[in-house]
């Protein structure tokens, strides 16, 4: 007995869609195999050999045009996965246009990396000493927000100068396998020595926080350092990366509205080419994209959810603009092949513990990183002489609302000239168990 007509024709959209499915997850495979080849084509040219192997067995006996039929999955599932192999961007690095506010200058420094470097002048009376900043990300652009601070500071008569790191904003991309945690702290030191100006006092913040920590725990370049202010620290090493705990009172995470703007990540070449970097599937210099190609599909909106969570709860229904589309960059590759780095990485806890360089922590009341990543830093390095516990903020400590902004920068001013704080000493070393059991 044989099925209705309707029923057969189900069957044969079941099936095929069934083909579809598998040629696409077979492509995957293959990108995955083959790390990408020549943009995913080798993947792809495989994939599409062993569908039409399968279209024509499966066709044999069959009179025309019933041969034929087997193949339609075979050319839906090859449009599809073709997409994933032809480039929408350039894949020559396109860099961001220059900030109408500020020059940009570009600075070889001598551990091979050009860099886009910015200074603002100190207004009178003059600080005798140069503040470095250091940027979160690892590797992306300096926001217009960090900008509007930065000149704040240097209103408060500090000379300020700020990099962006190798392969983020306007600076030069680097080899993927260049890009590591002690590459960024030798390039620290580079940009001190090439700054010509004596010790600096460097302020470091998220990914930068990290390396001025780890700077801190390498002699060489703790000794270009004349005070660090390590502001809402990631984790500085792999042990403290393993470490899971709570995070700081609640985030706008959930709560704000989804960044508007267009995303890579609706594009299937940059969805299946991040992902996959992102899951470990494929490695940061997979041949599937160019590292340039990378850091020029990539928009603000692509990272979702993560700039909410840098403010508190409170603010979800008023979160700033950090920045403008045309600043905006971000090399998620070279960032995750840092971060890997870090996490790689032995305790560095034993050489925090013989610094003698005057450093400050700064902790946010709504931080979204692990509080123990923080008090990691604290316990480890004796010469912190003072930790400020920020209220009314999340991990973007200065975001222009309010008087956040004069509030950090009072903190750190105060700091810096070994004045007494506006805010306590809180937490102490002594005082972390209390601090990690109040839930603040």
Not at 110 to 116: L, M, W
Not at 133 to 155: E, K, M
Not at 405 to 422: G, K, Y
């Amino acid at each position: 007995m044989s099925l209705p007509v309707p029923l057969r024709l189900l069957g044969r959209l079941i099936l095929a869609l069934l083909a579809v499915a598998g040629l696409a997850g077979l492509f995957l495979a293959l990108v995955v195999l083959t790390d990408g080849a020549r943009f995913g084509l080798a993947a792809w040219l495989t994939a599409l050999a062993v569908g039409i192997v399968a279209a024509l067995w499966r066709g044999r006996g069959r009179t025309w045009p019933g041969r034929l039929w087997p193949f339609v999955p075979v050319v839906a599932a090859t449009a599809l996965t073709a997409s994933v192999c032809v480039p929408t961007v350039p894949t020559t690095r396109q860099y961001p246009p220059d900030l109408p506010f500020i020059a940009t200058e570009h600075w070889s420094l001598s551990t091979g990396s050009r860099v886009a470097v910015y200074h603002y002048p100190a207004a009178a009376p003059r600080r005798p000493t140069p503040l470095v900043y250091l940027h979160g990300g690892p590797v992306r652009s300096i926001s217009v927000l960090d900008h509007r601070f930065l000149r704040l500071l240097a209103g408060q008569g500090y000379d300020v100068y700020a990099y962006e790191h190798p392969g983020g904003g306007r600076s030069d991309l680097l080899p993927m396998e260049q890009y590591t945690i002690s590459r960024s702290v030798r390039d620290l030191a580079a940009f001190i020595d090439r700054l010509g100006k004596g010790r600096a006092d460097v302020l470091g913040f998220s990914a930068g926080a990290i390396v001025l920590t780890r700077a801190l725990a390498t002699p060489a370049t703790a000794a270009r350092v004349h005070r660090a202010i390590i502001a809402e620290p990631g984790p500085m090493d792999g042990p403290t990366a393993l470490i899971t705990g709570r995070q700081g009172r609640p985030s706008a995470r959930g709560l704000a509205l989804a960044p508007a703007g267009a995303r890579a990540t609706r594009v299937p070449r940059y969805a299946v080419a991040l992902g996959l970097i992102q899951l470990g599937l494929l490695p940061p210099d997979t041949g599937l994209i160019t590292q340039a190609e990378g850091v020029n599909a990539f928009k603000a909106a692509d990272l979702g959810s993560d700039t909410a969570s840098a403010y508190c709860a409170r603010d979800a229904g008023r979160i700033p603009t950090e920045d403008t589309a045309e600043n905006f960059s971000f090399n998620a590759a070279a960032s995750l092949r840092i971060q890997q780095t870090i996490r790689d990485s032995p305790s560095i806890a034993p050489e925090l513990s013989r610094s003698r360089t005057p450093a400050m922590l700064m902790i946010a009341e709504c931080s979204s990183q692990t509080r123990q990543w923080q008090t990691a830093i604290l316990a480890a390095d004796p010469a912190i002489e003072r930790t400020q516990y920020m209220p009314g903020v999340g991990h973007r400590l200065w975001n222009g609302l309010d008087d956040n902004s004069e509030r950090a920068a009072a903190v750190i001013t105060a700091f810096l000239q070994d004045e007494p704080s506006p805010l306590p000493n809180y937490p102490t070393r002594a005082g972390i168990s209390a601090f990690l059991h109040q839930y603040r």
